[in-house]
């Protein structure tokens, strides 16, 4: 995606400082400043123990690459000792270097899968040097897991673990269902093929992925399709995003 910055850098920031574009959301204002692109990276960061996190992107933009940066994130960056972003987010290395920042840029694996979430958490937390608030994260979120995979199980339609298919970015979510996993799809829309292919696994269910949703996966499948998210809300708090799909997938097979 390319960057609409035609404007000097100078005059982008006196831009920002006359409130000529909202500034981007901020937490408390103590330890590194992290500045995130996305509340996913933000859930990320604050999960490794930051405090001080900025994020540019609003979550009424639900695809991250289609955002235009604003001046008042140049700013952000140019004060920032940390830079956290997607590898398809190109917009922000990109608007790191023209405002000259010395932050340090790093790609997240925005993955929410249980083990690879605790891996990420922990890389982080190295970074920061907030190894031991990591460490309280990940025992708090293991418990977590289990009792939000406990609750679905008990929702099990007679008892039986669910057939589902996944769109890939949220295919973890057949694991927090206990469901058995038949098959993925995505990001591309299904084809044709891959849609009769799908059908004839006789899903019961279809976990979709709300950011990048095209409608209705399988029509005429006769499976429920579930709109299941990947960001925090806007307190980054990572453990809503399980506690929000738990109760969407909870009340499907119910």
Known sequence: MAVRFLVPLTAALLLAGCGSAAAPRQQQQTGPKIVATTSWEAGFAKAAGATNVTVIVPRSVLHAPDYDPKPSDLKAVADADY????????????????????????EVALDNSRDKVKAEVTR????????????????DFDAEYAKLAGEVKAKWPGGKQPKVVAQMFVGYAADLAGAELLGV???????????AELKGKAPQFVFENSHMS???????????QVDLVNYPDDDND????????AKKISEALA
Do not use: H
């Open 83 to 106: 830079v956290l972003y997607a590898p398809f987010e190109s917009f922000a290395p990109k608007i790191t270097d023209a405002a000259g920042s010395n932050a340090k840029k790093i």
């Open 124 to 139: 982080l937390a190295e970074l920061f040097g907030t190894q031991d608030a990591a460490r309280k994260w990940i025992g």
């Open 185 to 195: 799809y995505g990001p591309e829309p299904v084809t044709p093929s891959q849609l």
């Open 214 to 224: 095209t409608g209705t996966v399988l029509p005429d499948a006769g499976a429920e």
């Open 238 to 245: 990572l453990l809503g995003v399980y506690r929000a799909n």
